[in-house]
């Protein structure tokens, strides 16, 4: 089949980065192990084991299977070779981090995780090879080259990680990008009773003394929070109506992932806490914003989406902890959501820094043909 450039490539290496991270967080402390680095593939079936367990590990490496099959075969690779080449890939990996996990005390290298492992990247490249045989592949390609111009793989990655960046839990809804508090902690931590940290004294208790957001500071957070998407969305999208229905998306599937999100944080029974009547006229304010501003031209979104995201990421910087929030964000941490938790924590934090740095690159880029391509291998 012929080539195409696939969204499926720069989310299956995201994926496999994020699984990376779950496997071997907290990476620390780092020791010699006292067995063969090889020996748990010989062990008894634990003592000791959930379904949770099992069922994660599983359907944890299915869309490491999927993404990799898809992005082979839609790369050109015949189908036989991408699903071998899929399988053999998320195996590799899965077997590396038990390996690694022999090197690390909090961690257990285990062949019942490395089976299910396996078995999850065997059935998602089975279901990426059954989707098309049965030619959904195909009919995504011609859908997407009806909605979306050429060459907008990297912005449609952008806006399917959005979500997951949502489900870490955020003290004001959709406001991504509150990674500075934790950098400034980092930074003078590691220079601690150096020469230099008389340079960064307080850094690691500056956030504790900002002063608290005003009603008009969170509205704009969720306003912009809604608007950054729409503006990536809008950077990729053919113009005319099919902007507005990505609008109207992005407000579903943001308040869903924030309902979700609070509901593992918080329990069921608060999930809908966030939408306050604040929260919602921001939403609106938001997505009426996105409406009028769909209309614009491709390079003046991507200049308009910088001055959007430059907005969100300046007032998140400058809104302060909760320390009740974070108390809430510890006992996350530590329960058993902690590798859904250090996967969409770390897409939270960057995933603003991330669309800044694609919108300069639009800003750069040729510009495109606007009407709807028959025939475009080249997206």
Known sequence: ?????????PLTWLYAGLIVYASLYPFAPWRMPGVPVLGFLTLPWPHWWTGFDLVTNLLGYVPLGALAFGALVRSGVPVRASLLIAVAAGSGLSLTMEVVQNFLPRRVASNVDLGTNVLGTLTGAGLGWWLHVRGAIERWQV??????????AGGLALLLLWPVGLLFPLSVPLAQGQVLARLQEAIAALVDGTSVAPWFEGWADATLESTA????????????????????????????????????????????????????NFGPQHMLAWSTPQALAALAFGMAL??????????????????????LVTVVAQAPSDPYFAQSLQLWEQGRFIRFHGAAR?????WPYAAIIYLLARLGAPDEPTAPATNAPDS
Do not use: N, Q, Y
Request: charged share 10%.
């Open 1 to 9: 089949m012929p080539r195409h450039r696939s969204s499926a490539a």
């Open 143 to 152: 859908a997407r080259d009806r909605w979306f111009i050429g060459r907008s």
């Open 213 to 264: 957001l005003s009603p008009a500071g969170e509205f704009a957070l969720i306003a912009l929070g809604l608007l950054a998407p729409c503006m990536v969305a809008f950077s990729v999208a053919r113009p005319g109506w099919r902007r507005l229905v990505l609008v109207l998306g992005a407000v579903a599937l943001g308040c869903l992932t924030t309902t979700l999100s609070t509901a593992l």
């Open 290 to 311: 996105a409406a009028g501003l769909s209309v614009a031209p491709r390079r003046a979104i991507a200049g308009l989406g910088l001055v959007a995201l430059t907005a």
């Open 346 to 350: 770390w897409v939270g934090w960057l």
